[in-house]
């Protein structure tokens, strides 16, 4: 499985600067991500998606993840994480669509999970700070349990549980009577999925957990992240 983390848009509504830098607790936002996926020790690659609108970004990912901090060895292995590989992908910042097509085309022929060259992607936004390897490979193990035959799994939250943390709802749809809410994390099986948007029958994976419920789009998700961010574990 190759994980994949959006790191490419402009981040307007928090307007400071790139949102993926943006510190909580002296940490970049995006780091929280790369590390929760990189400890999980789930993924034969991560992919970090940056674009124009996130050079700095891109030179962040360079110097800490992909050369790492010995200059050589790379940081997945030099800090004890796995033996993984961070990689860097430009997209043309065209919306999610667009660059989503460009990474799964950019991947393609890298043989980690299907011998016909297929593979699951592990879709997450670089803006999940409270993300933690814990709940990383619980997402996983459920996608991978069986019961769900989709080739796109999107994991939601109910919007009853966004408003409990003062978040707002960005995206939605009503599913058995509940409103639920986009987290931003995907698993998408390529096999049933070359290109986006494709005519599949997309399933849930509902899951009320602030680890992939705050998604940080303005100040005041920013605020609640910061809250509860002393509360969680598995930061590393």
Same mark, same amino acid.
């Given at each position: 499985m190759i994980a994949v983390v959006m790191a490419g848009g402009r981040g307007s509504r #928090? /307007?400071?600067?790139? !949102?993926?830098l943006v510190k909580i607790n002296g940490k970049p936002m995006i780091s929280y991500v790369i590390d929760a996926l990189l400890y999980s &020790?789930? %993924?034969?690659?991560?992919?970090v998606a940056v674009s124009n609108n996130t050079i700095r970004t891109k030179r962040y990912i360079m110097d800490e993840y992909v050369n790492g901090s010995d200059h050589g060895s790379g940081l997945s292995k030099s800090k004890g994480y796995s033996n993984c590989k961070v990689m860097l992908v430009d997209t043309p910042a065209d919306g999610y669509v $667009? *660059?989503?097509?460009? #990474? @799964?085309? /950019?991947s393609r022929g890298h043989d980690y999970e299907y011998e *016909?060259?297929?593979?699951?992607?592990? @879709? =997450?936004?670089a803006d999940?700070? #409270?993300? *933690?390897?814990?709940?990383? &490979?619980? @997402? $996983?193990?459920? /996608?991978?349990?069986? &019961?769900?035959?989709?080739a796109w799994l999107a994991v939601? =939250?109910? !919007? /009853? %549980?966004? =408003?409990s943390l003062g978040l707002s709802c960005n995206g939605c749809i009503e599913s058995n009577g509940s409103v639920l809410c986009y987290t931003g994390i995907s698993i998408i099986n390529t096999r049933g999925v070359e290109k986006v948007p494709a005519i599949v029958d997309e399933e849930y994976i509902i899951l009320d957990d602030a680890r992939v419920a705050v998604n940080v789009n303005t100040l005041e998700d920013l605020k609640v992240a910061e809250s509860l961010s002393k509360y969680c574990i598995g930061k590393g």
């Open positions: #928090l /307007a400071m600067g790139e !949102k993926p &020790r789930c %993924f034969n690659a991560i992919t $667009v *660059d989503l097509n460009s #990474l @799964i085309l /950019a *016909d060259g297929y593979y699951n992607l592990f @879709i =997450t936004p999940l700070p #409270l993300l *933690d390897e814990h709940i990383v &490979r619980h @997402i $996983v193990e459920i /996608a991978g349990s069986g &019961r769900y035959s989709s939601m =939250t109910s !919007k /009853a %549980f966004l =408003t």
